[in-house]
């Protein structure tokens, strides 16, 4: 049984608990989520952009089809809004 209490002498000696960050590493975090969401977000750009122009794909002798571009367009983007959610604490 648990008591929510934890003990630190049972923690080697530079392990941070989960609740122990520092400034720093909260720092590192949400840059890491900004730049996450920002290449997303250009992916996603760029899949709507190939969407609404009609540009042709193509892998070898495989053409892509547009409604791919779209279905690629709707992940990156929610995978660039929860990067930039996260960032801000908001997820």
Do not use: H
Not at 68 to 88: K, Q, Y
């Amino acid at each position: 049984m648990s008591s929510g209490i934890v003990c630190t002498m049972c923690v080697p000696t530079g392990v941070l608990l989960p609740r122990e960050r520092t400034v720093k590493q909260e720092n590192d975090m949400r840059r890491y989520e900004q730049v996450s969401g920002a290449l997303f977000a250009l992916i996603a750009l760029a899949q709507l952009s190939r969407s609404i122009l009609g540009l042709p794909a193509q892998v070898g002798s495989f053409s892509i089809p547009i409604w791919f571009s779209i279905v690629a367009f709707l992940v990156t983007g929610g995978l660039a809004i929860w990067a930039f959610r996260a960032s801000r604490g908001a997820a």
